[in-house]
Structures are given as structure tokens and as C-alpha cells.
């Protein structure tokens, strides 16, 4: 499981990114989205999805707010921005590319005896 967390890792900011089009969130209920989207295959780590956080946050992908939870720990929540929106429509259209070529590379090849 090392090899597909790393290749995973590498696309850390674009799952981020998607989680949040939709709702803004914060960083245990996104992680536990990834892991419950992947049946507990993919887990981030704390220290790897709060280094994307800050880096998207830095870049003006997201901003990140505090909660008003009556109850409990305070929440930094996150959300997407539009130029977060566009970043992350690059990068899915970059991993379609780049995986259609995988795909074509990798692909047993019936056509010539299948070597």
C-alpha cells in the first residue's frame, strides 16, 4: 500500500480541493470523506493533509475561518475559492491526461501476441 500512498500524495491538494467544492469542511471531516470514498484503502496523514491546507491557503486556492461550535474543540473550516476552483479543474484535467497515457502504456497488448 506504500506505492499508492505515494502516488495518492501527489494529488493531495486536488482531493482536498474536490472535497471542498461542494461544502466547506475542515481538516477530520475530510479526511474521513477520503477514507470512507476509498473503503478505508487511503488514509491521509495529519501531518501531510495540514501542510496541503497551508500550502492551498497560501497559494489563494482556500480560506480558512474559525467555527462558532458552542460545544467542543474549535474548528478551523476551509473553503474553495474561485481561483481554487480553477486550480483544481487544471490539475483533474492534467491527472485525465496523464492517466489516459498510463493506461495506454500499461495495457497488455492482445493485438500483437500479447508479450
Aim: no cysteine; proline share 0%.
Amino acid at each position: 500500500m506504500s506505492l499508492t500512498s505515494d502516488i495518492i500524495r501527489g494529488h493531495t491538494e486536488t482531493i482536498i480541493l474536490a472535497q471542498l467544492l461542494h461544502h466547506d469542511s475542515y481538516g477530520y471531516e475530510i479526511n474521513k470523506s477520503i477514507r470512507d470514498r476509498t473503503n478505508g484503502d487511503y488514509e491521509a496523514k495529519e501531518g501531510t493533509l495540514y501542510t496541503a491546507f497551508r500550502r492551498l491557503e497560501q497559494a489563494g486556492y482556500i480560506r480558512s475561518y474559525w467555527g462558532d461550535e458552542s460545544s467542543g474543540a474549535r474548528r478551523r473550516y476551509y473553503g474553495i475559492t474561485d481561483e481554487g476552483r480553477a486550480y483544481y479543474q487544471e490539475n483533474k484535467e492534467d491527472w485525465l491526461k496523464i492517466k489516459g497515457i498510463i493506461d495506454r502504456l500499461i495495457e497488455a497488448d492482445t493485438t500483437e501476441g500479447g508479450n
